[in-house]
Every structure is written in C-alpha cells, then in structure tokens.
C-alpha cells in the first residue's frame, strides 16, 4: 500500500463501497482484493485510497485522453456495427496483468498521465456534438472509476446515448449489480480459464471473472462480448481453450461473440512470442466445433477471422477488413436477407459507416 499523495483538486469524491475493521483499518469492498487501508494508504488500484477514515476515489473527472474510435475496436462486433465511440479511460487497474498491453495508462502511478479533464455532462455533451452513438470506458478497467463512470452514463443515457464498459470483470456483487445497471454494452475479458493462470500472471482469481459473466448474461439486458487474449504456451492449449468455450456455451450459450485476440510482448512480459494467426485460427475452430455461433479472430490481418456469418446458413452478414466493413447481408434490425434467420445483438436499420477512423479529441476547457 502506497501512501496518498494531493491529488488536484475536484478529482476526489468520497465513495461508498467500504467496510470499517475492528483493527481499524478500512477494507474496500469495491473488487474481490478487498484491500485493507491506513490512513494515507491507496489500494494496488493506486486511484482508490483511505483520506479521512473513508475511500476516496481520487481520479475523478480526470482522464487519460478522449477518442472517437470505430465500436469494433472496443471489440463489439455485435452492437451498433459500424458507428463511433467516444472512448476515454483514467488511470490504475485492479489487477496487475504482467501482460497488460495499455500499462502506461492502467499502471500509471503519476497524475501527468491525467491530461484531460472533463464532467459528466461535458461528455455525454461532447458525444452528442461528435455524433458519437455510445460512451466507452476503456483503456483502464471502470471498475476502478466505479462513481465518475456512473455519472457519465447518467448523463449520457439523459441525452439517448448508450453506453459501453470493457472490463476485466472483477468486481464484487453489490457493485457490480450497480455498474451493470447503467451498462448498455461490455466487451469482458476472459484471460485464461485457470486459477493459476490468474494468479500468476494477473494477481487476480478466474471465480469472480466466471461470476460477472453469469450474472449479466443471467441478470441483465447488457449485451456483452468476451475477449481472450491468447499468449503463446499459457493459455493457448487446445486442452484450455476446450474447457472455456465448452463453459461458454453451457452457461451463457452459443449467442455470445468470443474475441481471440493475438499477444504481443509488452510490460512485463517479454519472454513470450508473438501469438501466430495459426493459433488464432486454431482457437476459432475448437469454439465453433464446440458450439460458439460468432468467434473472431483479433490483432491479426484475417478477414475471414473477423467477418460476420449467419450461424444457420453460412451467408456473409458483416465483412470486415480490420475495423474497415464491407458488405453485409443484414436487413431490419439484424436477420439474415438469405434465410431471415435473426442474428443476435443491438442491430441499427442501416449499419454505421464510420469506418477505421481515430480522431483524438480534448475536452478540458469546452
């Protein structure tokens, strides 16, 4: 536990998802680490920390950087095809991923990392004026900016925009019944499906991640996707990935879009390759043969990898190069114009074309 240094000021909101111990230290409830703080101590989430015998969440307001990004980057190949996201994340993570592929932003442990600023309302404002269909907290994982992402949804759902978390999916119940609450679309990790796995290479635990995935499948209307990034020799066996997709489909069934994402070092993980397209291929095929309808494959070039087919009669919904769509055999609100056979997401009449666009924006001063 690090000791608080002064954060600027406006960026500390108190919160509420904390328990006092009888060794008076203060626990907090927000994820399954529980940390257990001193006075001027932070969690390993290095943003949440104890301030006045209560936990302060002490990035509020303050961002990372604003982004319009294609929705298929989040990725979400199933909500709201081809239109823009206004993407944007804070700093710190709940987990320590030896892999993570945005540590700069989701390790940072300085507020430089900070350099935009911007209220609940001057996003969703901003979205708006941008003609942005949807939100995103992404980046770093919202869990640890549980209260500011909560209010930019409020604001973002009174102006008819929808909102998107990409999450590692590592948050307690209480909480985590809130968040999803206020969660229009998620893209949900699912790293590996061992607890050793997690735990050596995530400091974290597989339970809680499985338990999130049940519990918006099960208990909400949120449409989510998985994400697996596949690391050569770790998670990538044919034994593993049987195991995952064989669980996927039983608990949360065959309608759920399963990412594999290719691994690139980074970090603190240099000993591994690269993942190879073959792997990707690989793992795309054992979740098919297991009853997956809509698995991609991502951070490759494979366009057949990424395309969208009708899980009835094989037709081309969506083509997609990268993040760039071609054509589709989508009508309506998502049925395939070959057999009518409906295909599962958030579907608009006509899909966006936003394209693979990147547009970078400020907010602080508007």
């Known amino acids: 536990m690090e000791p608080v240094s002064l954060a600027p000021r406006g960026s500390i909101v108190a919160t509420k998802y904390w328990t006092v111990l009888d060794d008076g230290r203060v626990r907090c409830d927000l994820c399954p680490r529980e940390c257990k703080l001193r006075e001027g ?21 303050r961002s990372s950087g604003f982004c319009v990004d294609p929705i298929e980057k989040k990725p979400l190949n199933h909500f709201l095809p081809g239109t823009p996201v206004l993407s944007f994340g804070t700093a710190g993570c709940n987990l320590a991923c030896r892999f993570c592929q945005n540590w700069d932003i989701s390790k940072a442990k300085q507020y430089d990392v900070l350099a935009d600023q911007a209220s609940p309302d001057t996003i969703a404002q901003a979205a708006a004026d941008l003609n ?21 949804a409020l604001a973002c759902h009174a102006r008819g925009i929808k909102t998107v978390a990409v999450t590692a999916g590592y948050v307690s119940p209480e909480p985590r019944r809130e968040f999803y609450s ?52 770790l998670n990538d066996s044919d034994e593993e990935l049987d195991r995952m997709t064989r669980w996927i489909v039983g608990n949360l069934g065959p309608d759920i879009p399963h990412h594999f994402t290719a ?32 698995v991609y494959t991502g951070n490759v070039h494979d366009p057949s990898g990424q395309s969208t087919f009708c899980h009835q009669c094989g037709a081309t919904l969506i083509e997609r190069d990268w993040y760039r769509l071609g054509k589709g055999g989508l009508y309506g609100k998502g049925r395939c114009e070959i057999c009518g056979t409906a295909c599962a997401g958030v579907f608009d009449a006509e899909p966006g074309s936003w394209g693979s666009r990147r547009r970078p924006v400020r907010l602080a001063g508007r």
């Open 41 to 61: 101590q932070r969690g390993l989430c290095y943003v949440r920390a104890r301030q006045n015998n209560q936990v302060v969440l002490t990035t509020y307001g």
């Open 132 to 152: 942005c269909s949807s939100v995103a907290f992404t980046y770093n994982d919202p869990v640890v900016f549980h209260e500011y992402a909560i209010d930019v």
């Open 182 to 233: 206020h969660i229009d679309a998620a893209n949900i990790d699912l790293k590996a499906f061992t607890e050793d796995f997690y735990h050596r290479a995530c400091a974290g635990s597989l339970g809680p991640v499985l338990e999130t995935l049940e519990y918006v499948r099960h208990e909400t209307d949120v449409w989510f996707e998985i994400t697996t990034l596949l690391i050569p020799g």
């Open 263 to 294: 691994f690139h070092p980074d970090f603190k993980m240099f000993d591994r390759p690269t993942t190879p397209t073959s792997t990707l291929r690989r793992a795309r095929r054992i979740a098919v043969d297991n009853g997956e309808r809509y």
